[in-house]
C-alpha cells in the first residue's frame, strides 16, 4: 500500500530509530540574542496558555498587552531548538521570523492590524515555495540549494495579513512518493525521520513535519498539502486538525506537483476555529468559515457513517463506538451506509496509473527545470542510486515501483484524470444520496483516494488514542462538493461536543 495515497491500515507504536544527520542545520543565529533573554518564567507562561487556546484567544491576549507577537515567536523558536533534533518537524527556519514578529507588534500598536492572523508564528510544508531566502527542497537533496523567485500566491496571502512564517516544515520527499511503508512516513533526505511527539508512534506523511510540529507546539498552525491522504493521515496521526479543501478552493500555485490534478494544500491546526481562519485566509475568494462554526451545526442532521469499512481495521471498533458517541452528544442522527461499487473506478486501481503519470508529467516537469542534469524519472532514479546514503537513505521503494507502470502521454493522462474524477464523485454522490447525508463520517485517511480525486473537502478531528497502541486517532468527515463551509462547521461541532484532542507528553523542557 502506499504511505498518502492509499487507505492505511492502523498505526502501530514503532521502536524510536536512529534518525539521520540533517542535510542542513537549523540556524538559529538570527536568534541567538533574543533567545538568550527569553527567561523561563516567560516561556512557561506562554506555555499555559497554548495548551488549549486558539489563535482568537491568543489575539485577545496580545490585544490586553498580556502578550506580543514577538515572545509567542521566541516561545515556539525555543521550544524548536529544544525538541526538534529529536522531532525534526522542520527543515529550515525562517531568518526573518523575528524582525515579522516586531512588525506585527508595531502595527498592533498603532492600531492597524491586518486581520486575525497578523503576528501568529506558523510554518509551511517545504514544498510550497517561498522567496528568498528561504529554499523549497520537497525533502530532496537534489534540491537542496534550490530558492524560489517568489513566494507562492498562499504564502504571499498570508504574508498580507500578518502572518509570521517560522519556517519550512519537514515531509515525506517529494509528497510521498519515494519511500513505501507507514513506518518511515515523513522521511526525507534532507531533514530525516520526523518523529510523532506523542512518542515513538509513527507519523504519517506526507505532511509529517506539519502535523508532528503543530501538536508538539512548534508553531501555532501549518500549512500542508494533499495528493490523497497526505495531510489528513499525519493530522489525525498526531492529534491535530487537518483538512483538504475542495478543489479550486486555494490556489495551488507555487507548490512541488506530485499529482497536479489532486494536489491541494489545507490547514493543519490544533482546532477548527483555528483551521477556519487559515482557510479564511488562503481561500480564493472571500470566505467567513471561521465566523460561520456554530456549535449546533449536526443537530438533527443525518450523517453516513461507513461502519463496515471503518470495521475492518484493527482496533477500529472502539474509535467507531467513541465516534457514535460524539455524534450523538452533536445531537447527529447517523445512519450506517456503503460505498456502491463502480467498475469505472475499479476499487481505485487505476489511481496508480493516474499517480504514476502525473509523477511523470507533473513532478518531473518541476524537478527537470531545477535540478542539474536530471531531466526524466530514469534519470532520478539513476541520480539517487549513485549516491544512496546521501540522497535516499530511506530507501526509493515507491519511486522505483511506480517507474514500471507503463507511462501516458498528457493526453491520455488528462483523459484518465476526467475518468476517475468522475468516477470517484459519482460514488459519493450516489453514496449522499441514498442516505440523505450532509456528510460523511470515515476514520483517518480511510477512504482519502476517493475524496481527494473527487475534489471534494474533509476534514479530520482528534478522537482520542488509541487503546492497543496509544497513538493518535482522528474521525474524518467528508464533505459534499463545495461545501467547506458547513464541513467546517460540522466538524467544530463534533468537536466542542467530544472534546477528544489529547495533548502529547511533551513538557516544556522535557520529552516523552
Not at 516567560?42 to 496558555?49: R, S, T
Not at 506530485?258 to 479564511?280: C, I, K, M, Q, W
Request: with cysteine.
Amino acid at each position: 500500500m502506499l504511505l498518502c495515497i492509499w487507505s492505511i491500515a492502523a498505526p502501530v507504536h514503532a521502536a524510536a530509530t536512529a534518525n539521520i544527520p540533517r542535510l542542513r542545520a537549523l540556524d538559529f543565529k538570527p536568534f541567538e540574542t533574543a533567545l538568550a533573554r527569553f527567561t523561563p518564567q516567560a516561556a512557561a507562561e506562554v506555555d499555559a496558555l497554548l495548551r488549549h487556546a486558539t489563535i482568537p484567544q491568543v489575539q485577545a491576549a496580545m490585544a490586553s498587552g498580556g502578550l506580543s507577537s514577538e515572545t509567542l515567536a521566541l516561545y515556539f523558536l525555543d521550544r524548536t531548538r529544544r525538541h526538534d533534533e529529536r522531532l525534526r518537524a522542520y527543515l529550515e527556519l525562517n531568518p526573518a521570523a523575528l524582525d515579522e514578529a516586531r512588525a506585527a507588534d508595531a502595527r498592533r500598536k498603532a492600531g492597524r492590524l491586518l486581520g486575525p492572523l497578523d503576528g501568529i508564528p506558523i510554518s509551511l510544508k517545504d514544498n510550497i515555495e517561498t522567496g528568498p531566502p528561504m529554499h523549497t527542497t520537497a525533502g530532496s537533496a537534489l534540491l537542496l540549494d534550490h530558492v524560489a523567485k517568489a513566494d507562492a500566491p498562499l504564502v504571499a496571502r498570508l504574508r498580507t495579513q500578518g502572518a509570521v512564517i517560522l519556517g519550512k516544515a519537514n515531509l515525506s520527499e517529494f509528497a510521498g512518493v519515494v519511500t513505501l511503508g507507514p513506518r518511515i512516513g515523513g522521511s526525507s533526505a534532507v531533514g530525516g525521520q520526523t518523529m510523532n511527539p506523542h512518542g515513538a508512534a509513527v507519523t504519517g506523511g506526507s505532511s509529517a513535519g506539519s502535523a508532528a510540529g503543530t501538536a508538539a507546539r512548534l508553531a501555532m498552525a501549518s500549512i500542508g498539502t494533499e495528493t490523497s491522504g497526505s495531510l489528513i493521515a499525519p493530522s489525525a496521526w498526531n492529534g491535530v486538525v487537518g483538512m483538504k479543501p475542495g478543489r479550486g478552493r486555494v490556489d495551488g500555485a507555487g507548490i512541488v506537483p506530485l499529482l497536479s490534478a489532486n494536489d491541494t494544500p489545507g490547514p493543519v491546526a490544533r482546532s477548527v476555529t483555528d483551521a477556519a481562519l487559515l482557510l479564511d485566509a488562503i481561500a480564493l475568494q472571500p470566505a467567513r468559515f471561521a465566523a460561520g462554526l456554530r456549535k449546533d451545526a449536526l443537530s438533527g442532521v443525518p450523517v453516513g457513517v461507513l461502519e463496515r469499512d471503518i470495521l475492518e481495521g484493527r482496533g477500529n471498533a472502539v474509535l467507531l463506538d467513541r465516534a457514535r458517541k460524539g455524534l450523538a452528544a452533536a445531537g447527529a442522527l447517523p445512519r450506517a451506509t456503503l460505498l456502491p461499487q463502480s467498475p469505472a473506478w475499479a476499487g481505485g486501481a487505476p489511481f496508480v496509473q493516474l499517480l504514476a503519470s502525473g509523477m511523470r508529467l507533473d513532478m518531473m516537469d518541476y524537478v527537470s527545470k531545477r535540478g542539474a542534469g536530471v531531466t526524466t524519472l530514469d534519470d532520478l532514479l539513476a541520480w539517487y542510486r549513485a549516491m544512496p546514503d546521501r540522497r535516499a537513505p530511506f530507501g526509493i521503494d515507491m519511486i522505483a515501483a511506480l517507474s514500471k507502470v507503463p507511462a501516458l502521454d498528457r493526453p491520455a493522462h488528462e483523459a484518465l484524470v476526467l475518468r476517475l474524477r468522475g468516477a470517484a464523485a459519482a460514488i459519493l454522490d450516489a453514496t449522499f444520496e441514498k442516505t440523505g447525508a450532509r456528510v460523511l463520517v470515515s476514520l483517518e485517511n480511510m477512504h482519502s483516494t476517493l475524496y481527494a480525486t473527487a475534489g471534494y473537502p474533509a476534514i479530520t478531528v482528534p478522537l482520542g488514542l488509541r487503546e492497543d497502541s496509544g497513538t493518535p486517532a482522528g474521525i474524518t468527515f467528508i464533505g459534499r462538493r463545495g461545501e467547506d463551509g458547513a464541513l467546517l462547521s460540522m466538524a467544530y461541532a463534533f468537536e466542542q461536543a467530544a472534546r477528544l484532542r489529547v495533548e502529547p507528553p511533551l513538557d516544556y523542557t522535557g520529552r516523552p
